[in-house]
């Protein structure tokens, strides 16, 4: 599975949207890229995935880079709920394969 | 039904107890996985099963000993661990086939402690 780099911590005022960035740069062409999150002492959380396409869900939006090197997940109007670590993970998209997590980026929600 | 539970929540256990940790899903997955997570570290595989059959063990001591007795129900036994596996232990499922989005349900972890 390829290698994700995120930024270790990140602050957002809530009700702006907050953009988190990941690079992939390793990808390979059968790989998706997946997000997840963790708020503090619970199982990790699907948010969203996508293959090169850009993709919306009730929760989130994934933009993909056109060389699909790298991706932005976007919180619309975050909320202090969305105070969490959020793993960037790149991996093939079907059988059961494991998830490889990375660090993270730690993402804080100001009042 | 998208939840997975996890049974105990918590656990305290000595070095020389053997106790179960219990896992349960029924939306139907067909694959199953425990994590590791150590404190202020990501989760780490430790094993996958795929329609009940051991898939992937990814190198974990044999006092880690895991059980799928049927398509909902995953296991883990654990004998003589040590303080170091002390660590919230995470069950998942997901579809095993191709095909759909393939996300991982996890559940709520059991936080072991060992004395």
């Known amino acids: 599975d390829a290698k994700t780099t995120q930024p270790p911590s990140m602050d957002c005022a809530e009700g702006r949207a907050a953009n988190l960035p990941c690079n992939h740069s390793t990808i390979s062409g059968n790989e998706y890229v997946y997000w997840y999150r963790q708020i503090h002492s619970q199982g990790p959380q699907y948010i969203i995935h996508?293959?090169?396409n850009n993709e919306t869900n009730e929760m989130a939006s994934l933009i993909i880079t056109e060389d699909r090197k790298s991706s932005t997940l976007i919180l619309p109007h975050a909320t202090l709920r969305d105070t969490a670590v959020y793993y960037c993970?790149?991996?093939?998209?079907?059988?059961?394969?494991?998830?490889?997590f990375g660090q993270g980026t730690r993402l804080t929600i100001n009042p | 039904d998208t939840e997975v539970t996890q049974t105990p929540k918590h656990l305290v256990m000595g070095m020389t107890n053997k106790k179960s940790l219990k896992c349960e899903q029924h939306?139907?997955?067909?694959?199953m996985y425990w994590y590791k997570q150590k404190a202020k570290k990501p989760p780490e595989l430790m094993f996958v099963y795929s329609y009940e059959k051991l898939s992937i063990n990814e190198s974990v001591p044999s006092r880690f000993s895991p059980e799928c007795p049927n398509s909902s129900l995953l296991n883990l036994h654990l004998h003589a661990l040590q303080p170091e596996d002390s660590a919230l232990y995470l069950c998942a499922s997901s579809q095993s086939s191709g095909g759909g989005t393939n996300e991982q349900f996890f559940g709520p972890g059991t936080r072991l402690t060992v004395l």
């Open positions: 993970i790149v991996r093939v998209g079907w059988g059961a394969q494991k998830l490889v």
């Open positions: 996508g293959l090169k």
């Open positions: 939306m139907g997955h067909r694959a």
